[in-house]
């Protein structure tokens, strides 16, 4: 029996879904040997026909294809207000508070809440855009990218992986990270699980992982 897969984005503000890859997307991404293709995967698809988005930098600019920034998103579902405040600019756009990018066939990528930043050494790392590297490798079931206490740099990058099996190579993983993004964005430490906290809606923990790792540090 086959089983179809649906991915989708949104938020309460948003009336639910603003982003969604579709089946066909899922099986044209597992059919594929293009890695962009494949890189689907870890998408949201694309926004609805009755969404406009932006990635937005610091400044409030727009930005381009694999620009990272905030999702701002605008539409007639998305709420004015919430929780009796206003939840929209003027011009009707409402930023997420999720940083994410956008690839150059438009597939939108979230990395995770804008709190869920890392800051080393002043630079500002997502652990979404980690996260995704390391989820490419086949030793890697799930895994989980913080920021834990750092003397030198205030923070480090932290991985936590849930291995496929017992072959799990902290050394190797390194090195993908570093040959695919930069050495800053490499994880410094790195933890082995058997699974990772989630709450009942399916979103990960961090929060929980970072209070317990820090108490270590």
């Not at 997307?25 to 998408?43: E, K, N, Q, T, Y």
């Not at 990528?109 to 790392?125: A, H, K, S």
């Not at 936590?160 to 930069?182: F, S």
């Amino acid at each position: 029996r086959h089983v179809d897969f649906v991915n989708a984005y949104g938020l309460t503000e948003t009336s639910s879904t603003i982003a969604l890859l579709g089946a066909e997307d899922h099986r044209i991404a597992f059919a594929s040997d293009d890695p962009d293709v494949r890189r689907r995967l870890g998408s949201v698809g694309k926004p609805l026909p009755s969404i406009e988005l932006e990635i937005r930098n610091d400044a409030g600019k727009a930005l381009g294809p694999n620009e990272q920034g905030e999702i701002f998103v605008r539409g007639d579902q998305v709420s004015g207000e919430y929780l009796h405040k206003r939840a929209v600019s003027d011009d009707g756009w409402f930023a997420t508070n999720d940083g994410g990018w956008v690839d150059k066939d438009g597939y939108l990528y979230v990395d995770g809440r804008l709190d869920d930043v890392i800051v080393r050494g002043g630079e500002n790392i997502s652990p979404g855009e980690i996260e995704h590297v390391l989820r490419e490798d086949d030793s890697v079931a799930d895994c989980a990218v913080l920021g834990l206490p750092c003397p030198t740099w205030g923070e480090k990058v932290a991985a936590v992986i849930v291995g496929k099996g017992d072959n799990v190579d902290c050394d190797a993983l390194a090195a993908m990270v570093r040959a695919r993004l930069r050495s800053t964005k490499t994880p410094e430490a790195w933890f082995i699980r058997t699974e990772l906290p989630y709450n009942e809606t399916g979103k990960l923990l961090r929060r929980v992982l970072k209070a317990e790792l820090s108490a270590d540090c």
